[in-house]
């Protein structure tokens, strides 16, 4: 019995000193990809819980402006030529439908530099993140009357008109100054809310510069 329990403690100290010498000091998931600090921290500051630029794109991501839209894909198909197309006419047709689009700031391009307490983030334009017609919500194709010799609207002409339709939706959409900026500023508030509130929490007040991100480097 003596010697079972000679074992079971020799057992017991061999895994104590394998896990002494496996553990490593703790430390924290910032790295510098995380965020970009220009100068070197003291003990004291390095203990500060800095906004982190990974949470920052996640919530620029969460800033997605999403706007629904209504239009009018209309085309006109050309009456063919040759004797077999005698009679025909233009016919002018149009498709109704709907669609969405998601507008928002590129997570990728979003830089941030933190000095002392003060923050510098270089904001780039929102853009158009993605567009979508909704293939459930399009009519029937409306089209003026044939002549005596039809001149058949196809399933091409249709797809055709519905992909200028969506270019020009989006053209009209990077156009729209107010619509990106209300999306940019949107991501800015959640920013700007996300900092404030890490800097209640850590007793930090925190100053935050913005910048457009042509202001900075890439």
């Known amino acids: 019995m003596r010697r079972l329990l000679f074992v079971i ?49 996640s ?7 999403e706007c629904h839209y209504n239009n009018v894909a209309k085309s006109t198909k050309t009456a063919g030529t040759g ?7 233009d016919r002018e047709f149009w498709i109704e439908y709907s669609g969405v689009v998601k507008i928002g700031v590129d997570m990728s391009k979003v830089k941030i530099t933190i000095v002392d307490n003060k923050i510098t983030i270089f904001m780039p334009d929102a853009e158009i993140v993605s567009y979508k017609a909704d293939s459930e919500s399009m009519s029937e194709t409306i089209a003026e009357p044939d002549k005596w010799n039809k001149n058949p609207i196809s399933s091409e002409d249709k797809t055709e008109a519905m992909n200028i339709a969506e270019i020009q939706i989006k053209e009209s959409i990077e156009n729209n100054t107010t619509l990106l900026s209300t999306a940019k500023e949107k991501a800015k508030t959640l920013i700007e809310n996300y900092i404030n509130r890490l800097g209640e929490e850590t007793d930090v007040n925190y100053e935050i510069v913005w910048k457009d991100i042509e202001e900075g480097t890439q």
Do not use: M, W
């Not at 919530?59 to 402006?65: D, Y």
């Open 9 to 57: 403690l020799l057992l017991s100290l061999f895994v104590f000193c394998s896990c002494q010498n496996n553990a490593t000091p703790d430390s924290t998931n910032t790295t510098d990809s995380e965020y970009e600090n220009t100068e070197e921290p003291t003990t004291e500051a390095a203990a500060v819980i800095k906004p982190s630029i990974s949470e920052i794109r």
């Open 59 to 65: 919530i620029c991501k969460l800033a997605t402006l």
């Open 83 to 89: 004797l077999s197309h005698l009679g025909e006419d």
